[in-house]
C-alpha cells in the first residue's frame, strides 16, 4: 500500500506566499508523474500542475508563472511553491502520483487526503 500526506496548507493574506509539500511512503518501487490538483468549494476538482518523473513540468492556465512544481526522487516527496496567491486559488489542494510497487508490477494511481489553503485578507 502507498500513503501520500500532504502538508503546508493554510491561510494567507492576498499577495502572499505558501509552500505546500508532499510525501509518499509505503510500498514504492518507482513514481511516475506527480501532480497537484485542487477543488474549490462547488467546483471540480482541477489539475493544477504536474511533474514527470524526468522532471518535464506543466501547469494549468490560471497558476503559469506564479506556481512551481519540484519534486525529489530519493525522497519521494513533491513540492508546490505559490506566489501571488489570490482569493481564488482558495480551494483543498490534493496530492497525486502514479506508483509502481514492484519490478513488473502495475501502475496506481493515489491520491493524498488534502490539505485547504485560503486566501483571505
Known amino acids: 500500500q502507498v500513503q501520500l500526506v500532504e502538508y503546508g496548507g493554510g491561510l494567507v493574506q492576498p499577495g502572499g506566499s505558501l509552500r505546500l509539500s508532499c510525501a509518499a511512503s509505503?510500498?514504492?518501487?518507482?513514481?511516475?508523474?506527480m501532480n497537484w490538483y485542487r477543488q474549490a468549494p462547488g467546483k471540480q476538482r482541477e489539475l493544477v500542475a504536474t511533474?514527470?518523473?524526468?522532471?518535464?513540468?506543466d501547469y494549468a492556465a490560471s497558476v503559469k508563472g506564479r506556481f512551481t512544481i519540484s519534486r525529489d526522487n530519493a525522497k519521494n516527496m513533491v513540492y508546490l511553491q505559490m506566489k501571488s496567491l489570490n482569493p481564488e486559488d482558495t480551494a483543498v489542494y490534493y496530492c497525486?502520483?502514479?506508483?509502481?510497487?514492484?519490478?513488473?508490477?502495475?501502475?496506481?494511481?493515489?491520491w493524498g487526503q488534502g490539505t485547504q489553503v485560503t486566501v483571505s485578507s
Open positions: 509505503g510500498s514504492i518501487f518507482s513514481i511516475n508523474a
Open positions: 511533474i514527470t518523473g524526468g522532471g518535464r513540468t
Open positions: 497525486n502520483a502514479d506508483v509502481i510497487s514492484s519490478f513488473g508490477g502495475s501502475w496506481y494511481n493515489y
